[in-house]
């Protein structure tokens, strides 16, 4: 059976709101988003890779700006043999160290600077909820909710697994 999550993550990856924040912002998407369960905010303790699950189409070169897709075109192969080498790293919590070389340009740069197609995010925090019943994001209204209540400005990634 397969799950969807919609993931609410601070822009500034290090931040990390109160516990008193996290307990009412946990209650907040609860009570938004009713039909979701498992609703929860998490400190890794670290910079972690909040992914988007089997909903990454590519990657995008932050000097470049080349799409590095992942299921389509003759590259692909390739791309996924390279992205799936470095996402064997974010298990150690070692990303903010990471750097390594863009396959379009040869570039070397920091891992938390990769973009993504759909979104993702590096952050030490995340509030979740599994299968929110929406079909899209929160609405512009709705997440400046969150962000009041958090006290930062939120990045939202839909995963599906």
């Known amino acids: 059976m397969s799950s969807d999550y919609l993931k609410l993550v601070p822009a500034n990856p290090h931040y990390v709101?109160?516990?008193?924040?996290?307990?009412?912002?946990?209650?907040?998407l609860a009570a938004l988003l009713s039909a979701g369960s498992e609703c929860a905010a998490q400190d890794f303790g670290h910079v972690a890779f909040i992914d988007q699950g089997e909903n990454i189409e590519a990657?995008?070169?932050?000097?470049?700006?080349?799409?590095?897709?992942?299921?389509?075109?003759?590259?692909?192969?390739?791309?996924q043999e390279w992205w799936y080498g470095i996402a064997e790293q974010f298990e150690d919590g070692s990303i903010e160290r990471t750097t390594l070389a863009m396959p379009c340009c040869?570039?070397?740069?920091?891992?938390t600077t990769l973009r993504f197609d759909w979104?993702?995010?590096?952050?030490?925090?995340?509030?979740?909820?599994?299968?929110?019943?929406i079909g899209e994001n929160l609405s512009k209204e709705q997440l400046a909710q969150f962000e009041k209540i958090l006290g930062c400005e939120l990045l939202q990634v839909r995963a599906h697994y």
């Open 59 to 79: 990657i995008i070169c932050p000097v470049c700006s080349k799409r590095l897709p992942l299921h389509d075109g003759p590259d692909a192969p390739a791309i």
């Open 106 to 111: 040869s570039r070397s740069i920091p891992l």
């Open 119 to 133: 979104p993702a995010a590096f952050a030490r925090f995340e509030l979740s909820i599994l299968d929110p019943g």
């Open 17 to 28: 709101p109160d516990d008193t924040a996290q307990e009412e912002a946990v209650a907040a």
